[in-house]
């Protein structure tokens, strides 16, 4: 079969783990956003998310079966898990959280939409995937779609002004995430998600200690309401640990590209949600923006990989 088939078990459920995964990080903008106007800086709540989901992973790791909590990273992978930790998580995490707080809410979610084009240029240089016209078409489909939600919905909600380096954050952070997506793929597929995130975390939080620990010792927890135990909560444990346990399950059977193509719905869910709350309305110009992504996300998962390619050719000798 020429197109890839994607109504399979396998297929099926990783679509719906990076469809939830991008819903709870469509929130957790929002979320994160408030966190830091309002009881944390940038760094206190980033190396809080990654320590906290890094407890939890090596908690999980103890309800494993048998044969898999006795599972071990190889001597010979362990460099390769500090640098996914390095690219997926601690560049990845600090750059956008720092990007968040400074950048202006449309550049943010406007460079957040470049993602899947870059990650569609790494798999190109790294994974030898073909640049087929119905991929590219697909991937500018779902920007101009996100770009659209996020430019019209900006104009309802704020009008806030953000600096450069916001944006050049915001912009490292996607392509570390384009990195980890392509360059580690192997190793979920080697390695059970729950044995790798641990040692992932652990790695990020000992690069995240020292630029941190200044922050984190100057926090007064006593000035911190119930409400916003709540939300660090939500931003640990939803939009960290349940995340990253949910993105290995889409990279097993999605290309790097497809998987990133979701991170077009984050504007989607950000425009409900300011729809639900009535601070926006939403009208044919954002239905049309809704249709282009979804229609993008279609093309995508439509075009060939390089392996169908490959066997094509086979098949034609």
């Given amino acids: 079969m020429a197109n890839i088939t994607f109504m399979n078990e396998k297929n099926y459920k990783a679509h719906i783990a990076i469809l939830i995964t991008n819903i709870i990080f469509g929130i957790n903008i929002a979320v994160s956003k408030n966190v830091m106007q309002e009881y944390l800086n940038p760094f206190s709540l980033t ?10 992973f090596w908690i999980a790791s103890l309800f ?3 044969d898999k909590r006795k599972e071990r990273i190889e001597k010979k992978d362990f ?35 470049f993602t899947p084009i870059m990650t569609m240029l790494v798999s190109f240089l790294f994974l030898k995937e ?8 697909g991937v500018f489909m779902g920007a101009t779609g996100a770009i659209i939600l996020v430019a019209t919905s900006h104009s309802e909600i704020s009008n806030a002004e953000g600096s450069i380096w916001g944006d050049i954050f915001c912009f490292v952070s996607c392509l570390a995430y384009a990195i980890y997506l392509t360059k580690f793929r192997w190793l979920i ?5 729950i044995t790798l995130m641990k040692w992932m975390f652990l790695f990020a939080a000992i690069l995240g200690f020292p630029f941190c ?15 916003a135990y709540v939300k660090i909560a939500y ?4 939009a960290t640990f349940v995340t990253y346990l949910l993105i ?43 249709a282009l992504i979804f229609s993008g996300v279609y093309v995508v998962m439509k075009s060939k990989s390089r392996l169908q390619m490959e066997k094509e050719k086979m098949g034609n000798r």
């Fill in 235 to 238: 931003i640990v444990v939803g």
């Fill in 47 to 56: 190396f809080i998310r990654i320590l906290g989901a890094c407890v939890l």
């Fill in 130 to 137: 073909p640049l087929t016209w119905k991929k590219v078409i």
């Fill in 64 to 66: 494993l079966r048998k």
């Fill in 248 to 290: 290995p399950i889409g990279q097993k059977s999605l290309r790097p590209t497809t998987l990133t193509m979701y991170n077009y719905l984050q504007p989607l869910i950000t425009t409900v949600i300011a729809v639900i709350f009535a601070a926006a309305t939403f009208g044919f110009v954002k239905a049309f923006a809704a």
């Fill in 79 to 113: 460099l390769f898990v500090f640098f996914a930790a390095l690219f997926g998580i601690f560049i990845n995490q600090f750059s956008f959280i720092q990007g968040l707080s400074s950048a202006s809410s449309i550049n943010a979610s406007i460079i957040v939409t």
């Fill in 213 to 227: 620990y200044k922050s984190i010792s100057t926090i007064n927890l006593a000035a911190i309401p119930p409400e």
């Fill in 189 to 193: 597929e080697k390695y059970h998600p």
